[in-house]
C-alpha cells in the first residue's frame, strides 16, 4: 500500500519556519516583548465565563467588527476577521488568487506572501526593491503592465527590511491596478502602528485596496491569533463566503473585543516601542562592521561586514536569538533584530559587542 502524493505544484515546497530555541533573550519573531495588561485578562477571562461553549461562536463576528469599524472610523461592512493576518492573506488568495492566475510581490519582502500563494496555486511574479530596499513606483508599475497580476501584494513596513512605503507609491501602485486590472492593491500592515502613515486612509468601497493588520503585536495578543483586513464592502463579502464556517473561536472574538477597551494603553506601547527602537538604532550604529537600515516596525535588519552566520551562532552560544536572513537572496549576511525591553536590548548588544569582537580576532588571526 503506498500513500497518497500531494499536488505537483507542492512536492518541492518547503514550510515556513523560524527557529525557536531556548535562550535567555528572544528577539527574532517581532512579538510584543510586554504581556497585555493585567486589566485586560482579568475583563478577557471573566467574559468567557457568559460563552456558550456547546454552541458555535458568531460566525461573521458581528459585535467585534462592529466595535473595530467604530474604532477605526468604518462600516462593520468594511472589516473582515479572521485567525491571524496569514489567515486574512490566504482567504484574500483563496478569493482573488487559484489557478490561471497571478500574484506581484516585491523582494525581499515577507516569505508567506509568496508560500501561501503557492500553496492556493497563484503563479507569483517578482519584482525587485531598489537598493535602499523600497520599491520604484514606475518599476512596479511595468511590471503591474506586463503581467496584469490579480493581487498585487505590498507589504509595509516590509518585512524583514523595516522599509516603509510613502503614500505616493501606494498611490502609484493603485493606479497602476486600476489602469491594469480588474486587480487587487492588498497591502499588509502587520507593523502599520510603528509607521509614520497608514494606508487605511485610502480604503473605500470604490477603491480596490485591502489593508490587513494584526493583534500580535502592539497588541500583545500573538498566542491568541487574531488579524483583520480594512476593505471594500463588496470584497469583504467575498472573503466570506470563502472562510470556513466558524473560523474565528469565541474567546478570540472577545479578545479582540476587549482589547479595543485598553486603546490607551496599546498607544503607549507604540511609543514606548519606537523610543527603544531609535535607541536600538543609535547603539547599534556605534559597533563596527554593521550597516544598520532604516525601519518603521518593532525590530531593525543589520547587515554585517563579514560572516552574518556566523554571526548569528556567536549570539546563540551566547543566549541571544535573533532571526539569521544571511543566505537569503539580496540578504546576503544580514540579520534582522526585534526590539524588546531596554534590558533585552541591552543584553543582546553586550552580546553582540562581544560577538563582533571575536569575530575581529579571528579575522585577525587569519591575516
Request: charged residues 20%.
Amino acid at each position: 500500500m503506498s500513500l497518497p502524493q500531494p499536488r505537483d505544484d507542492l512536492v518541492e515546497l518547503s514550510g515556513y519556519h523560524s527557529p525557536q530555541l531556548d535562550v535567555q533573550v528572544r528577539l527574532n519573531t517581532n512579538e510584543s516583548p510586554y504581556p497585555p495588561p493585567p486589566a485586560f485578562l482579568d475583563a478577557w477571562v471573566d467574559a468567557q465565563r457568559a460563552i456558550p461553549l456547546h454552541r458555535y461562536p458568531d460566525r461573521t463576528a458581528t459585535d467585534l467588527r462592529r466595535a473595530m469599524g467604530a474604532t477605526l472610523g468604518r462600516s462593520p461592512e468594511q472589516v473582515f476577521c479572521a485567525n491571524g493576518s496569514n489567515e486574512v492573506l490566504q482567504t484574500v488568495l483563496l478569493t482573488y488568487g487559484g489557478a490561471g492566475r497571478r500574484v506581484a510581490v516585491f523582494e525581499p519582502t515577507y516569505a508567506l506572501h509568496s508560500h501561501i500563494a503557492r500553496i492556493t496555486g497563484t503563479t507569483v511574479v517578482v519584482g525587485d526593491r531598489a537598493d535602499d530596499f523600497s520599491v520604484s513606483p514606475t518599476e512596479a508599475g511595468i511590471l503591474i503592465a506586463a503581467e496584469r497580476p490579480s493581487v498585487v501584494m505590498l507589504c509595509s513596513p516590509n518585512n524583514p527590511t523595516g522599509t516603509t512605503s510613502p503614500r505616493a507609491t501606494v498611490e502609484a501602485l493603485l493606479s497602476s491596478v486600476i489602469d491594469h486590472g480588474p486587480g487587487l492593491l492588498v497591502v499588509d500592515e502587520a507593523y502599520g502602528e510603528f509607521a509614520d502613515w497608514s494606508a487605511l486612509e485610502l480604503v473605500a468601497d470604490d477603491v480596490p485596496l485591502v489593508v490587513v493588520r494584526t493583534y500580535s503585536k502592539v497588541w500583545s495578543l500573538a498566542a491568541v491569533r487574531l488579524g483583520f483586513a480594512v476593505g471594500p464592502a463588496a470584497v469583504v463579502a467575498e472573503l466570506e463566503k470563502v472562510v470556513l464556517p466558524y473560523h474565528l473561536s469565541a474567546p478570540t472574538q472577545l479578545a479582540g473585543l476587549t482589547a479595543l477597551r485598553f486603546d490607551v494603553e496599546m498607544r503607549s506601547r507604540v511609543e514606548t516601542l519606537v523610543a527603544e527602537r531609535e535607541r536600538l538604532v543609535q547603539e547599534l550604529r556605534q559597533l563596527p562592521g554593521l550597516t544598520i537600515y532604516p525601519s518603521g516596525a518593532n525590530f531593525v535588519l543589520v547587515r554585517a561586514d563579514g560572516d552574518g552566520g556566523a554571526l548569528w551562532e556567536r549570539l546563540v552560544a551566547d543566549g541571544v536569538l535573533i532571526r539569521d536572513f544571511s543566505q537569503w537572496p539580496r540578504l546576503d549576511n544580514c540579520l534582522r533584530i526585534t526590539v524588546g525591553t531596554p534590558d533585552e536590548d541591552d543584553r543582546m548588544l553586550a552580546a553582540l559587542r562581544g560577538a563582533l569582537d571575536e569575530s575581529g580576532a579571528h579575522d585577525d588571526t587569519h591575516g
